[in-house]
């Protein structure tokens, strides 16, 4: 029992870590009707920034800090160069250059790093001493870092919905998702807002990056897992709706980490040991996307179908 | 006729040129198996041509169609058969299953979501593969031998796989272009251009969507058979979603809308690859920039280059004024 408890508190931080790559991934898509496989790219550069810039300053939090402003800078250069000339062009044309962008950045990060998972620091508590971890059910201790991206879990989403609701800049980009050409008629540089909501995306799944360096291996082609998962996450949540994609992102998340963990085991009841881990393997890693194909046979548009189709 | 030679000039070309090839001093093993590689992504290329640019279904899911077929071989080498026979059928029939069951979901979105889905559908595909370790898993399986007709080990000699691909691949190319041009295809193309008229007409585009995507899937799943007996060696890297992004950007280098673009997509793109691979150790520092930029400024791909250029040259000074003579 207290076995399904940490994986279902593992199953939320990978929902929570899906959920900073997705919202800024569906914003983009939202806002400029640009689908961007690269912005995995992005997450896998925010872990590698983090961890360098980490070893090199000593302290974890510090890395983690420093990634933000760096993954902003890339997500601006490379909104400069390539993405800047494709909001026009069908998503065809989006799809092919964002994916010469991952290859590119990822054959770079290859180049730069090389091809071996790098050293992270282990994070610390503010005092400087171990982080350790808190006791839950039973004498059971789960990490405390853990704990924290939980808690990013519950900020972000309120902070985002405070920022697209409730401020000037939110109602300019949720009026320039349904009707762009008003609202650069009514005077506002729609250009530099595509650019603003493009490098705060990018920034999102950067910070999701670093916060994940710690837990997952920071190799080349971390970004591409995480890129297709979020894609299902937006399939399910609803293109375009943030709420969505957290529900969804939550959903995912659990169903990989508990699918994993559990079914080889539940198969051991009806199967041979061998037998039961092998199609236990297949069976979970292929769970995400028969549920995926589960919601879509009922529900087309996603579980929460955003201003656009 | 004459018309269609013309338009059809640069890819009947490169189908004369392959022919040739192996008398002209690519005769010596590997230059046959890089052409066999290149004229069987074509096939692949060809068939996703016929849903991108007939359907307007832009799927990033097909190199899950060719490792269904690859790994069809596979399974049946592992299990002692290798007659060709039996092991080809089942390969384009598994191909064309799979295509089937994913297609009946995934069809019944469109735009973004279609794209999402079949990766989706396709990354599933790869993680089963792995995930399989009786056929090697992520190490991949070595084919004991090629797959035999009859008995007879045809397949083992070079020239003739190489022309059995040759012939496959026009005759591929031949059957998606009559399918296109036929009664069935101007249905497709209508629902891509304009899918309410074509309710409105009567049609539903669905089913004939879903009948498109499995026959791709089913000349997929050949190109993955053909691929694991070229190879002799079937790994999930078959599968991985580059490798669809790597067949969508054949597509589109060749030209959309034009089923012969993508032979030209798929030769092209095989040789700069192995040619840079051999020239850089991260060749894709070039690769990745080369596709950007094409897709930025070449419109209508390697196809329309010649009535681009043609066109060009009639805006130059001194033909203008013969025009006007």
New interface residues.
């Given amino acids: 029992m207290s076995m399904l408890l940490v994986q279902a508190l593992n199953g939320l931080q990978f929902g929570v870590l899906l959920f900073l790559v997705a919202a800024g991934l569906s914003l983009v898509?939202g806002v400029m009707d640009l689908?961007n496989l690269a912005h995995g790219v992005q997450y896998m550069l925010g872990a590698y920034v983090a961890a360098t810039l980490g070893v090199w300053t000593g302290s974890f939090w510090l890395g983690a800090l420093l990634a933000l402003p760096v993954a902003l800078l890339v997500g601006l250069a490379l909104e400069w160069l390539?993405f800047r000339?494709?909001y026009r062009?069908d998503?065809?044309?989006q799809?092919?250059?964002t994916?010469?962008?991952?290859?590119?950045?990822?054959?770079?990060t290859?180049?730069l790093w090389g091809s071996a998972p790098q050293t992270v620091l282990e994070p610390t508590a503010l005092t400087g001493g171990p982080l350790g971890g808190v006791e839950i059910v039973g004498g059971l201790l789960y990490p405390t870092y853990r704990l924290i991206i939980i808690g990013v879990g519950v900020v972000v989403p309120l902070l985002l919905w405070f920022l697209v609701e409730r401020t000037r800049a939110g109602m300019l980009v949720r009026a320039g998702a349904t009707h762009p050409a008003m609202v650069a008629a009514l005077g506002v540089d729609i250009r530099r807002l595509f650019t603003v909501v493009f490098a705060f995306g990018a920034m999102l799944a950067g910070f999701a990056g670093a916060l994940a360096s710690p837990i997952f291996p920071v190799a080349p082609g971390m970004g591409?897992t995480v890129l297709?998962l979020c894609?299902?996450v937006?399939?399910i949540g609803g293109?375009g709706s943030i709420r969505g994609a957290f529900i969804a992102a939550l959903l995912v998340g659990l169903l990989d980490t508990i699918g994993r963990a559990m079914l080889p085991d539940a198969l051991r009841l009806v199967l041979d040991p061998s037998a039961a881990r092998?199609t236990g393997?297949?069976l979970a890693?292929?769970l995400v996307?028969?549920a995926?194909?589960g919601i879509?046979?009922f529900r087309?548009?996603g579980l929460f179908p955003g201003a656009r189709? | 006729m004459i018309g269609q030679l013309r338009t059809h000039s640069l890819p009947l070309a490169a189908l004369l040129a392959l022919a040739a090839a192996p008398f002209l001093g690519f005769g010596d093993g590997f230059a046959l198996s890089l052409l066999a590689r290149a004229m069987i992504l074509g096939m692949a290329a060809v068939s996703l041509s016929l849903l991108i640019g007939g359907a307007g279904l832009v799927s990033l899911g097909h190199a899950a169609m060719m490792g269904v077929g690859a790994y069809t071989v596979v399974a049946f080498d592992a299990a002692g058969v290798s007659e060709g026979v039996i092991v080809f059928p089942a390969a384009i029939a598994a191909a064309a299953l799979f295509a089937l069951v994913t297609g009946a979901v995934s069809l019944r979105t469109s735009g973004v979501h279609f794209i999402m889905i079949t990766l989706a559908f396709g990354q599933m595909a790869f993680f089963t593969a792995s995930s399989f370790s009786s056929l090697g898993g992520d190490d991949g399986y070595t084919l004991y031998a090629r797959t035999e007709w009859l008995g007879a080990r045809i397949l083992d000699n070079r020239l003739t796989f190489h022309f059995l691909c040759l012939a496959l691949l026009a005759l591929v190319w031949l059957g998606c272009s009559r399918l296109l041009a036929s009664r069935f295809g101007r249905v497709l193309r209508a629902a891509k251009e304009n899918p309410q008229r074509v309710l409105a007409v009567g049609f539903q585009p669905y089913p004939y969507r879903l009948v498109a995507y499995t026959l791709a899937g089913a000349v997929s799943g050949l190109a993955g058979a053909l691929l694991a007996n070229a190879s002799e060696f079937v790994s999930p890297a078959l599968l991985s979603w580059t490798r669809s992004g790597e067949l969508m950007f054949m597509v589109i280098l060749g030209g959309v809308g034009s089923l012969s673009g993508a032979i030209l997509g798929a030769l092209a793109i095989v040789l700069l690859e192995e040619w840079l691979s051999h020239l850089l150790v991260y060749w894709r520092l070039v690769f990745g920039p080369l596709l950007v930029l094409s897709v930025l400024f070449l419109h209508g791909g390697l196809i329309g280059v010649i009535p681009r250029t043609r066109a060009a040259l009639r805006l130059l000074p001194w033909t203008r004024r013969n025009a006007n003579a």
Avoid at chain 1, 99 to 108: K, Q, R, S, W, Y
């Fill in positions: 898509f689908i390539v000339h494709l062009r998503h065809l044309s799809v092919l250059a994916f010469g962008v991952i290859l590119t950045v990822e054959e770079a290859r180049a591409d297709i894609f299902v937006i399939v293109v092998q393997a297949a890693s292929m996307y028969i995926m194909a879509l046979f087309p548009a189709a």
